[in-house]
T-cell receptor, first 110, second 115 residues
Framework: GENVEQHPSTLSVQEGDSAVIKCTYS??????FPWYKQELGKGPQLIID?????GEKKDQRIAVTLNKTAKHFSLHITETQPEDSAVYFCAASKVDKIIFGKGTRLHILP | EAGVTQFPSHSVIEKGQTVTLRCDPISGHDNLYWYRRVMGKEIKFLLHFVKESKQDESGMPNNRFLAERTGGTYSTLKVQPAELEDSGVYFC?????????????FGQGTRLTVV
């Protein structure tokens, strides 16, 4: 069945350093890959997404890459700040159903 | 514009009782989804409505769960009778209907604890 694997489950980085979260997906028909950030007491919020016809997308300090052949995609956060601390979920979707990874808890250390 | 709202935000019930969760999607969004996150695990798909019709309910755990979306507006998810393993955070999301994937907006979730 459809599956999304996400690593690592927990990540601690020094403020100002970069953070990388990696995901793989199983369904080759997936064509949309959103990333969500969940802060305490809130629902997941979309921070960036990428479609299967694009290999890379950047939005300020956040970038996503997609390797369709290998079915890998990843999130890169540069110059991390305290407010980046949260749980991040990758996801893969075809048509309208979204399959999520297990999440990565990102800690930004002072 | 109001976002996706869910009620209640927290619910603690005893095993065997009934609980009904409510989701009000963003106005005009025909897609409505229910998801659940059990502690430490992935956000798991439960079901998908397009307007008032169930498009995909493959993620519903068993027949103790009943989702409705009468009139194609708000949706309810009823758990009857609740079991301990039903504890988790239930999220609702909504999006526009379209041929391409569109952004799904999530509510803040309902934390359900069955004791």
């Amino acid at each position: 069945g459809e599956n999304v694997e996400q690593h690592p489950s927990t990540l601690s980085v020094q403020e100002g350093d970069s953070a990388v979260i990696k995901c793989t997906y199983s369904d080759s028909a997936s064509n949309y890959f959103p990333w969500y950030k969940q802060e305490l007491g809130k629902g997941p919020q979309l921070i960036i997404d990428i479609r299967s016809n694009v290999g890379e997308k950047k939005d300020q300090r956040i970038a996503v890459t997609l390797n369709k052949t290998a079915k890998h995609f990843s999130l890169h956060i540069t110059e991390t700040q305290p407010e980046d601390s949260a749980v991040y979920f990758c996801a893969a979707s075809k048509v309208d159903k979204i399959i999520f990874g297990k999440g990565t808890r990102l800690h930004i250390l002072p | 514009e109001a976002g996706v709202t869910q009620f209640p935000s927290h619910s603690v019930i005893e095993k065997g009782q009934t609980v009904t969760l409510r989701c009000d999607p963003i106005s005009g969004h025909d897609n409505l989804y229910w998801y659940r996150r059990v502690m430490g695990k992935e956000i798991k798909f439960l079901l998908h409505f397009v307007k008032e019709s169930k498009q995909d309910e493959s993620g519903m755990p068993n027949n103790r769960f009943l989702a409705e979306r009468t009139g194609g507006t708000y949706s309810t998810l009823k758990v009857q009778p609740a079991e301990l393993e039903d504890s988790g955070v239930y999220f609702c999301a909504s999006s526009h209907l379209g041929r391409r994937n569109t952004e799904a907006f999530f509510g803040q979730g309902t934390r359900l604890t069955v004791v």
